[in-house]
């Protein structure tokens, strides 16, 4: 009986959304859709879902870390045309590869899949035009490398 | 005897954890042909699909090229024309997630073109493109 109120208990506060973004919802923050750089594009990267949202995965740009992937939460990077990789370590190694060009726009977006021991999240290269409309509902995490 | 039975059960989970701990979750690849691409000669080749053209991608995850949307010529590979989405994003999904475009022979598409790993993965089989 113990034993099952604890495991209630567990799955009850596991599913609660701790481990949420903080910061200020993204149309307060207002970033320009494109990066200022004529050379770079932007590439914005979202989380929408609050599930599974105290695994928040360092997000690593072509081997370079650059943010991590908090539920409810986005943040963006300015990065030259060429070709990119996306990876995001939970249980397992998970990526997206795109390409990127001078003065677009690309949106990764974090889903999340239920896993063995913890859930997986991965990114998903979306439309721009899903990208915009979800990502506003999401707050800035300022791509905390911490 | 429920003594028994707890460290049955705690065996069984500890014998369990310790084989899928080694467990690759990665397991669903993308098979893909390493290719040449060549530029185009026509940078302003372009068509629109005139139907929404349903894909069986690979991994069963489908695709839906959309209509109305456009699609530019980006190359040539030896099994078709590349062409790039201009206002839909494709893309090949196994356990990874590749950006793709379409590889075109004589009006089917036959293919998909995975521009950073520069690779092909064909389809099982061709498939006619409405276009505009």
């Not at chain 1, 567990?10 to 859709?33: D, E, H, K």
């Not at chain 1, 996306?86 to 249980?91: D, K």
């Not at chain 1, 999240?121 to 990208?131: A, I, K, Q, R």
């Not at chain 2, 590749?98 to 590889?103: G, I």
């Amino acid at each position: 009986m113990k034993r099952t109120m604890f495991f209630g208990i567990f799955i009850l506060v596991a599913s609660l959304p701790f481990g949420c973004a903080t910061g200020p919802q993204f149309s307060m923050v207002q970033p320009n859709m494109v990066s200022e750089s004529p050379d770079e594009g932007r590439i914005f990267f979202y989380r929408t879902s609050a599930l599974g949202a105290a695994i928040k995965p360092a997000v690593m740009l072509n081997g370079e870390k650059v943010g991590k992937a908090i539920a409810k939460g986005f943040f963006f990077v300015d990065r030259p045309a060429g070709d990119y990789e996306v990876v995001t370590s939970t249980e397992v190694k998970r990526k997206v590869s795109f390409v990127l060009e001078k003065g677009q726009t690309r949106f990764i977006k974090f889903n999340v899949s239920m896993g063995f021991f913890a859930g997986h999240v991965y990114g998903e290269l979306v439309d721009e035009s899903v990208g915009m409309s979800e990502i506003v509902n999401c707050k800035y995490t300022g791509g905390d490398t911490s | 005897m429920a003594r028994l039975k707890n460290r049955i059960s705690f065996v069984l989970l500890v014998g369990v954890a310790f084989v899928a701990g080694g467990c690759a979750f990665d397991l669903a690849h993308v098979s893909f042909e390493p290719t040449q691409f060549v530029q185009p000669l026509d940078h302003c080749k372009t068509f629109v699909v005139a139907n929404d053209v349903p894909i069986d991608a690979p991994c069963n995850y489908d695709r839906l090229l959309r209509k109305g949307s456009s699609w530019k010529l980006v190359g040539t590979i030896p099994k078709g024309e590349v062409y790039k989405p201009l206002d839909q994003v494709l893309t090949v999904e196994c356990s990874n997630i590749f950006e793709a475009y379409l590889v075109v022979s004589e009006g089917h598409m036959v293919g998909f073109y995975l521009p950073v790993e520069k690779g092909f993965v064909p389809l099982s089989k061709g498939i006619e493109l409405p276009m505009e």
